[in-house]
């Protein structure tokens, strides 16, 4: 696991930008794992900048996020599918045929995990993963378990995760209770992954994913076990790791 120390949160949405930027540069047909939540908004804002500086071109990219909540149409503001068009698909020039987030308006919800399964096995897996970590060292929406969790699936949103994400939504009793997310399983097959944290909430889920135990009860941790991960994270997310 690689750590890169970034000032504050400009500073590590550039970095993650970066990143990011280079991967498209180096395989400008690669296939981008993607991840909503506040923290990658910056980085979406930056390479939609170097996009339009004419920097990184996104005609033959391809992505694939990892969740929408259940229950949530493509067209819902609240949906995932929404959120990434606004925050970053519509700002560059990818083809939107190519982009790909799980079907949360499929109330079958076997059939639309393995469906999501499919593609993402077809499209040979993320190139480049990028993650958020929640709270409670949750990835997606894999919440802390007793064991890792595999391929796509439903889960059932932990109240610290509700809590947490009610801030987007007019009450809390409007946050969906149930998302289709991508596995552990499936996130350790990216061939690399960017976890970007930033703020002093997200000091002790970095700290474990970093340095503690690898154990399902914070799903991050395993990332200690991939080969290529990169944690871009702020100082005050990095606040534990001195
Ligand atoms: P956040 O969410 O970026 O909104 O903090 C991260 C996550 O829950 O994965």
Same mark, same amino acid.
């Given at each position: ?89 519509? &700002?560059?020039?990818?083809?939107? *045929? ?5 079907? !949360?308006?499929?109330?079958? %919800?076997?059939? /639309? ?85 930033? &703020?002093?909430?997200?000091?002790? *889920? ?5 340095? !503690?135990?690898?154990?399902? %009860?914070?799903? /991050? ?22």
């Amino acid at each position: 696991m690689r750590i890169i120390h970034a000032k504050d949160y400009a500073d590590m949405s550039r970095k993650a930008a970066n990143i990011i930027s280079a991967q498209v540069i180096l395989k400008p047909d690669c296939v981008l794992g993607l991840a909503t939540g506040s923290t990658p908004i910056g980085a979406y804002e930056q390479l939609i900048k170097w996009y339009e500086k004419g920097d990184v071109d996104f005609a033959e990219v391809s992505t694939y996020n990892l969740d929408e909540y259940r229950g949530l149409g493509h067209d819902d503001p609240q949906s995932y599918h929404y959120f990434m068009n606004k925050n970053f698909f519509h &700002g560059i020039n990818i083809d939107l *045929a190519n982009t790909h987030v799980p079907d !949360g308006a499929n109330p079958d %919800a076997d059939a /639309a995990c393995a469906e999501y399964d499919r593609m993402v096995e077809a499209a040979g897996y993320p190139d480049l993963q990028l993650l958020g970590i929640g709270n409670n060292g949750h990835i997606g929406f894999n919440e802390p378990d007793s064991v890792f969790s595999k391929g796509t699936h439903c889960v059932d949103l932990t109240e610290s995760t509700i809590q947490a994400n009610s801030r987007l939504f007019e009450s809390i009793d409007d946050v969906p209770r149930q998302a289709y997310t991508m596995g552990v399983q499936t996130i350790m097959r990216a061939r690399s992954i960017l976890v970007v944290a930033n &703020g002093p909430k997200k000091a002790q *889920a970095v700290y474990d994913m970093c340095f !503690g135990p690898v154990t399902p %009860a914070c799903p /991050a941790s395993i990332l200690q076990l991939h080969t290529n991960c990169t944690v871009v994270a702020d100082e005050e997310a990095l606040a534990l790791c001195h």
